[in-house]
Nanobody, 124 residues
């Protein structure tokens, strides 16, 4: 079956950086779009970034644009989220997800498989 496993979360000071990884298995990784979402305590899950099966096609939430970068390594079945200039409001559980399409990438309903998440905590 399809599995997504995130790693790389942790505790970091404001202004610092983290790189999240998500390793996928169970179906042809290069044929699917991948996305990162996050959920902070007491808030709904929100879109962070997505990358198409074409690595040049990426998209970001306004709140992370110019600070976060999503990229993929298809031979390693891995998608990454490079997070720089982290802010306390970036604190959340970060989830990666896989989607068969690209048009509805902002909606979590477009993704059919999800990882269990990795905690990112940014201290002020």
């Amino acid at each position: 079956q399809v599995q997504l496993v995130e790693s790389g979360g942790g505790l970091v000071q404001a202004g610092g950086s983290l790189r999240l990884s998500c390793v996928a298995s169970g179906r042809p990784f290069s044929a699917y779009a991948m996305g990162w979402f996050r959920q902070a305590p007491g808030k709904e899950r929100e879109f962070v970034a997505a990358i198409s099966w074409r690595p040049e096609d990426t998209d970001y939430a306004d709140s992370v644009k110019d600070r976060f970068t999503i990229f993929r390594d298809n031979p390693r079945n891995t998608v990454y989220l490079e997070m720089n200039i982290l802010k306390p409001e970036d604190t959340a559980v970060y989830y990666c997800a896989s989607a068969p399409g690209w048009n509805n990438r902002y909606s979590d309903g477009a993704y059919d498989y999800w990882g269990k998440g990795t905690q990112v905590t940014v201290s002020s």
